[in-house]
C-alpha cells in the first residue's frame, strides 16, 4: 500500500507483477481487499511477455484511512490482451 506524506491516508498500491502469457496485456485489473473493503484498480499499457511491471496505481484506494503497508488481499481478476481476448 502507497500512503500519503503525512502517513494518515492511502494513496494507491504499488504492483509488481509478470505476464506470463505470450501475448502482450494491454489492461490489468486487480482485486484489492484493505481492511475488509474491495477495490477494483485497473492499470493499462503494453505489457509483453515476461516484462516486469512495477507500477503505482492510483485509481483507487487514495484517501482511505491509512491503517498499515500490507493488503489482505491482491489479485489480478481480469486480462484484456492486445489480441481482443479477455481472460477473468
Known amino acids: 500500500m502507497n500512503e500519503t506524506g503525512n502517513h494518515t491516508q492511502t494513496n494507491g498500491v504499488n504492483v509488481v507483477y509478470y505476464n506470463g502469457h505470450e501475448t502482450p496485456a494491454t489492461e490489468v ?3 484489492v481487499r484493505y481492511h ?5 484498480l485497473i492499470d493499462r499499457g503494453t505489457f509483453t511477455h515476461y516484462a516486469q511491471i512495477n507500477h503505482n496505481l492510483g485509481n483507487a484506494l487514495v484517501g482511505e ?12 481478476a481480469r486480462v484484456l490482451f492486445a489480441n481482443g481476448k479477455v481472460l477473468e
Open 29 to 31: 485489473d486487480f482485486f
Open 36 to 40: 475488509g473493503k474491495t477495490y477494483t
Open 65 to 76: 484511512v491509512w491503517q498499515g503497508q500490507d493488503a489482505e488481499l491482491c489479485m489480478p
